[in-house]
């Protein structure tokens, strides 16, 4: 059984989180630049075997799609062609960056690290990989 990645997808730069082997826990990995994401997996998927990617959907209030959705359609697509090995799959990241900002905060992480985006974009992944692993449950 392979790890499952996940990813909210930005115009600048992604979080990702990943499970542990067994798909129990979701873990911040990393941030990585957009243009720089499918190469990011790749090479992470030459060290581990994944089935699964969670991307995150954009959607408003309303549930309509965000601007940012073509794009991330664009990265699916072109994710799908380079690994049609691995299942695709959405979950709904609405509100995952302020609860990212709030666990921040609870966790007491300073001023400075919570004015860090990538942090917030990786802590959002892992929201994201959590809600998908406690849907899967």
Request: net charge positive; aromatic share 6%; with cysteine.
């Amino acid at each position: 059984m392979g790890r499952i990645l996940a990813i909210d997808y930005g115009h600048k730069r992604c979080g990702i989180a990943e499970t542990d082997p067994m798909r129990i826990i979701a873990s911040g990995l990393t941030t990585v630049p957009a243009a720089k994401v499918l190469n990011f997996i790749e090479e992470y998927c030459q060290k581990e075997k994944v089935d699964v990617l969670v991307v995150g959907e954009s959607l408003s209030l309303s549930g309509a799609a965000n601007p940012i959705e073509r794009e991330i359609l664009g990265f699916i697509d072109k994710f799908k062609k380079k690994f049609p090995e691995i299942e695709v799959v959405r979950e709904d990241e609405r509100f995952t960056s302020k609860m990212a900002m709030e666990s921040m905060i609870a966790a007491g992480s300073k001023k400075k690290d919570r004015r860090d985006k990538g942090n917030i974009d990786m802590i959002s992944a892992t929201i994201i990989l959590q809600q998908y692993l406690e849907k899967k449950a």
